[in-house]
């Protein structure tokens, strides 16, 4: 006789191991949803932190200021201006790379005068005052160059406006944008030099300046200007003026403003004696000036012949 179960209900130990399959079967379930959601979690925090990251990255580069050349027509750290205030024209200095010395004259009968200043230092105010007539004579009538260093050194007394960068910058816009405007706006950020202790010319003022010196591009001047786009350079030019060497000079770097070097020898006469500056470039010349040039009509005394 056979044991046939068939249609026959299960027995209590086959119901016990059905339901222990059943609750094995539902625990992996489990477990493999929790392992499921703790791999989405995870993925999930993952992304998070690198959109996080990925924001900071973006808001540190964006703050980084932009790496721009250095102004065109300043290849040497300096714009060299010579007969009718023409400046000499030059390639902008990349970032990174070193300055170009200016080439000396052909012409042995032409004085190179080099001025390393500062628009806030009240000294670079006084020589220009007593000198810059003379200078814009001898310039003018192409018996000399004059190469202009702008340098910053006297930003802590302009009351945090960093008057001394922002002028020097305003200066390198003409030179980028307008280098046979330079002259004129040189002496004018002179004629208008705001005291030590206070916040200085404003950038509205600048670019006032700007336009009354007859800067061409105006509009690229002024922008230039707000955005204190030279600003790295004026920074980098400044160092390196002060940590020398000084091409073509007797003094291996400038410790002082205005730094004035006159056929590669340094002045260290009177800032504010016009007749005594005349006689260093006369003796530094080695000739004294043309009978055409010394009538060239001055308010300043043209150089006199050599000692």
């Given amino acids: 006789m056979t044991n046939d179960r068939s249609g026959a209900q299960p027995t209590k130990n086959e119901k016990r191991a059905a339901a222990r399959e059943k609750a094995q ?3 992996l379930e489990q477990k493999k949803k929790e ?8 993925g999930g925090i993952i992304l998070g932190i690198l959109a996080a990251i990925a924001v900071v990255v973006m808001v540190v580069v964006s703050s980084i200021p932009k790496t721009y050349p250095g102004p065109a027509n300043m290849l040497s750290d300096g714009i060299r201006i010579g007969a ?11 970032p990174g790379e070193s ?40 310039v003018d009538s192409g018996a000399a160059t004059l190469e202009i260093h702008p340098v910053s050194i006297l930003d802590r007394a302009s009351l945090n406006s960093q008057y001394s960068t922002r002028a020097a910058n305003a200066a390198a816009c003409v030179a980028n944008y307008s280098p046979d405007s330079f002259f004129a706006y040189n002496s004018l950020l002179f004629e208008n030099q705001p005291a030590e202790g206070t916040t ?19 509009g690229s001047v002024e922008t230039c200007i707000d955005d204190v786009r ?8 400044t160092a390196r003026a002060f940590e020398g060497p000084l091409p073509n000079a007797d003094i291996e770097r400038v410790e002082k403003t205005p730094t004035v070097i006159v056929n590669g020898t340094a002045y260290t006469g009177s800032i504010n004696d016009p007749a005594e500056f ?24 043209s150089p006199s012949p050599a000692a």
Wanted: charged share 25%; hydrophobic share 40%.
């Fill in 25 to 27: 079967q539902a625990r």
């Fill in 35 to 42: 392992r499921r959601n703790r791999y989405l979690l995870q």
């Fill in 84 to 94: 009718g205030f023409v400046a000499e024209p030059t390639a902008a200095l990349q």
């Fill in 99 to 138: 300055p170009v010395a200016s080439e000396p004259t052909e012409d042995s009968d032409v004085v190179d005068i080099r001025i390393y200043l500062d628009y806030f230092c009240p000294a670079c105010g006084a020589f220009e005052e007593a000198n810059n007539d003379q200078i814009a004579t001898w």
């Fill in 200 to 218: 200085g010319l404003d950038n509205d003022e600048l670019k006032a300046l700007a336009k009354e010196a007859g800067v061409a591009q105006l």
């Fill in 230 to 237: 030279f600003k790295k350079w004026v920074n980098a030019a």
């Fill in 278 to 301: 005349a006689k260093f470039v006369s003796t530094q010349s080695g000739n004294a000036f043309t009978d055409e040039q010394k009538s060239t009509p001055s308010p300043s005394p």
